[in-house]
């Protein structure tokens, strides 16, 4: 069974920092892409970020370029999202997705699983 546990959400006043983790079991983790998305209130689910199977390659939406950096360490299963500068328009609900698969995904429905999300609310 493919579990996604995300961890690391909270409460942060703007310009804060937060560092997003994801832990996935049931899986051969080196072999999927994983990505990061976010849904605020009333909003769609958006793409964040992705990284390919072996870390070589990310891809970032606008609105996280410069501010988010995506990683992942295959021996130990997680992928991470440090969120830097952060502003109240990044108040959401995180999840991170698993896709089979060596490339960069960035449409969630393409994405086989979902971790439960985490919340993250910044304040002003």
């Known amino acids: 069974q493919v579990q996604l546990v995300e961890s690391g959400g909270g409460l942060v006043q703007a310009g804060g920092s937060l560092r997003l983790s994801c832990a996935a079991s049931?899986?051969?983790?080196?072999?999927?892409?994983m990505g990061w998305f976010r849904q605020a209130p009333g909003k769609e689910r958006e793409f964040v970020g992705g990284?390919?199977?072996?870390?070589?390659?990310?891809s970032y939406a606008d609105s996280a370029k410069g501010r988010f950096t995506i990683s992942r360490d295959n021996a130990k299963n997680t992928v991470y999202l440090q969120m830097n500068s952060l502003a109240l328009e990044d108040t959401a609900v995180y999840y991170c997705?698993?896709?089979?698969?060596?490339?960069?995904?960035?449409?969630?429905?393409?994405?086989?699983?979902w971790g439960q999300g985490t919340q993250v609310t910044v304040s002003s």
């Open positions: 990284i390919s199977a072996s870390g070589g390659r990310t």
């Open positions: 997705a698993a896709k089979s698969g060596i490339f960069v995904f960035i449409t969630s429905r393409t994405y086989d699983y």
């Open positions: 049931g899986l051969t983790f080196s072999r999927y892409s």
